[in-house]
């Protein structure tokens, strides 16, 4: 059977993000539980719910990815500092953590650096870390309030470009205070065309925004996008046939070779545990009523399209 690999995934750490962050997370829950008609106390959820994400050493993680049978992960931190407030630990600190916790795990875990392309000596940073550190590709996250197009993201996909190393980024509709235009799909348009030799893996497959990017992907067919389907936890719950119809629809646009899946660890997993995402996407194959899909299509969206593109990249075990 072929492996389960999580293209997408997050350590998080208290000082490793902005305050505002944390208040955010805060809200949100409050938010929702309102909508279900419960009263929640925010101070309850900032002492006790919060510290269940941070995993600066990774350990949580690794045992999650063992309970829940997940191969591999690609690991990377975010950079929200210039939007948020800076937090207590750099970002160029973070990536160092998480490439010493990929050196430490080499068979599990795959490291890619992050960084918002405006901070001064960005491009040099990166460079480092793909070049002395060998991380295995670059994160960016728009929603910062940045475009993919400007004129600083690109002096730095130019630094991906000559190391020869994949870009994810995210894409599709954001919570306050970060910007969702930024990350608008249709904002990969000028880089895929710019950077035709670069694999990009368009995040969350642009949650409510993703027949923007089907009409992006239907049209930049000789461009290096691929897609990650993580983010959909509750959305699959919830609206499950629209997640299948949005599967479907870029699947046969993107190729099954192309589309990955992902956790957008550990956002989801205490409300969404791994273990029910992956059991949701097993059963695809048994849908009688269209969209359809095949058992060799949902065995390449859990890892088969993985490990073949992290292969490309000498990955992980995945570099044989």
Same mark, same amino acid.
């Given at each position: 059977?072929?492996?389960?690999?999580?293209?997408?995934?997050?350590?998080?750490?208290?000082?490793?993000?902005?305050?505002?962050?944390? =208040?955010?997370?805060?809200?949100?829950?409050?938010?929702?539980?309102?909508?279900?008609?419960?009263?929640? =106390?925010?101070?309850?959820? +900032?002492?006790?719910?919060?510290?269940?994400?941070?995993?600066?050493? %990774?350990?949580?993680?690794?045992?999650?990815?063992?309970?829940?049978?997940?191969?591999?992960?690609?690991?990377?931190?975010?950079?929200?500092?210039?939007?948020? %407030?800076?937090?207590?630990?750099?970002?160029?600190?973070?990536?160092?953590?998480? +490439?010493?916790?990929?050196?430490?795990?080499?068979? +599990?875990?795959?490291?890619?650096?992050?960084?918002?392309?405006?901070?001064? %000596?960005?491009?040099?940073?990166?460079?480092?870390?793909?070049?002395?550190?060998?991380?295995?590709?670059?994160?960016?996250?728009?929603?910062?309030?940045?475009?993919?197009?400007?004129?600083?993201?690109?002096?730095?996909?130019?630094?991906?470009?000559?190391?020869?190393k994949p870009v994810l980024t995210d894409t599709g509709p954001v919570f306050a205070p970060l910007y969702s235009k930024y990350s608008h799909p249709t904002n990969l348009d000028e880089v895929l065309s710019d950077f035709q030799d670069l694999d990009f893996i368009?995040?969350?497959?642009?949650?409510?925004?993703?027949?923007?990017?089907?009409?992006?992907?239907?049209?930049?067919?000789?461009? %290096?996008?691929?897609?990650?389907?993580?983010?959909?936890?509750?959305?699959?719950?919830?609206?499950?046939?629209?997640?299948?119809?949005?599967?479907?629809?870029?699947?046969?646009?993107?190729?099954?070779?192309?589309?990955?899946?992902?956790?957008?660890?550990?956002?989801? =997993?205490?409300?969404?545990?791994?273990?029910?995402?992956?059991?949701?996407?097993?059963?695809?194959?048994?849908?009688?009523?269209?969209?359809?899909?095949?058992?060799?299509?949902?065995?390449?969206?859990?890892?088969?399209?993985?490990?073949?593109?992290?292969?490309?990249?000498?990955?992980?075990?995945?570099?044989?």
């Amino acid at each position: 059977m072929p492996p389960i690999i999580d293209i997408h995934s997050h350590l998080w750490a208290e000082d490793w993000l902005p305050e505002t962050f944390w =208040d955010a997370f805060v809200d949100i829950a409050v938010r929702q539980n309102e909508k279900r008609g419960k009263t929640v =106390d925010p101070e309850r959820i +900032r002492e006790s719910y919060l510290p269940t994400y941070w995993d600066p050493t %990774g350990e949580k993680l690794l045992t999650r990815m063992e309970e829940a049978n997940i191969d591999h992960q690609v690991v990377f931190g975010v950079d929200f500092g210039l939007a948020l %407030g800076e937090p207590e630990t750099p970002v160029q600190e973070v990536n160092e953590i998480i +490439r010493d916790f990929r050196n430490d795990n080499p068979d +599990r875990i795959s490291a890619f650096a992050t960084i918002d392309p405006r901070r001064e %000596g960005a491009a040099d940073h990166i460079d480092t870390a793909l070049g002395e550190w060998e991380m295995d590709g670059l994160k960016l996250h728009p929603t910062a309030g940045f475009y993919l197009h400007d004129e600083e993201t690109y002096e730095v996909l130019d630094v991906v470009r000559e190391h020869g190393k994949p870009v994810l980024t995210d894409t599709g509709p954001v919570f306050a205070p970060l910007y969702s235009k930024y990350s608008h799909p249709t904002n990969l348009d000028e880089v895929l065309s710019d950077f035709q030799d670069l694999d990009f893996i368009a995040a969350h497959m642009s949650f409510g925004w993703w027949r923007d990017l089907h009409a992006i992907a239907d049209n930049k067919v000789n461009s %290096g996008l691929h897609v990650d389907i993580s983010g959909w936890q509750a959305e699959v719950k919830h609206h499950p046939e629209e997640f299948a119809k949005a599967l479907r629809w870029l699947m046969d646009d993107v190729g099954s070779d192309r589309m990955f899946f992902g956790t957008d660890d550990p956002a989801f =997993d205490p409300v969404h545990p791994k273990e029910e995402w992956i059991e949701t996407l097993r059963e695809l194959p048994e849908r009688e009523v269209e969209p359809t899909f095949t058992t060799e299509e949902i065995e390449q969206l859990l890892g088969g399209a993985a490990a073949a593109f992290l292969e490309k990249y000498d990955s992980g075990p995945y570099s044989q």
